[in-house]
């Protein structure tokens, strides 16, 4: 199976800059995809970055040009490395991962870092 872990969310001044991290272990040969989400106050759940195995990327309009994400492959890690950060950043962040079956796709979630942007 594959786990999963966050780290490097925390609080942070508007304007300042943060970098996230998952790790993944397990069966790593089986991920596709990884990417992040977050979930902010009275919102739901929404994509903010995403990257396949070939390297392309997909962003979140509200995060083009401030956002980076970028993978590792031999340290099985993903990151997001988020400048300029606004107080609507603020949110939940997961990391996520597409793992390949042969009856299909499935994904994975950690469990989260809180990312708070506040003066």
């Known amino acids: 199976q594959v786990q999963l872990v966050e780290s490097g969310g925390g609080l942070v001044q508007p304007g300042g800059s943060l970098r996230l991290s998952c790790a993944a272990s397990?069966?790593?040969?089986?991920?596709?995809?990884m990417g992040w989400y977050r979930q902010a106050p009275e919102k739901e759940r929404e994509l903010v970055a995403h990257i396949t195995n070939g390297g392309s990327t997909n962003y979140a309009d509200s995060v083009k040009g401030r956002f980076t994400i970028s993978r590792d492959n031999a340290k099985n890690t993903v990151y997001l490395q988020m400048n300029s950060l606004k107080a609507e950043d603020t949110a939940v962040y997961y990391c996520?991962?597409?793992?390949?079956?042969?009856?299909?796709?499935?994904?994975?979630w950690g469990q989260g870092t809180q990312v708070t942007v506040s003066s």
């Open positions: 397990g069966s790593i040969f089986s991920i596709t995809a």
């Open positions: 996520n991962a597409v793992i390949a079956t042969e009856i299909g796709d499935y994904d994975d």
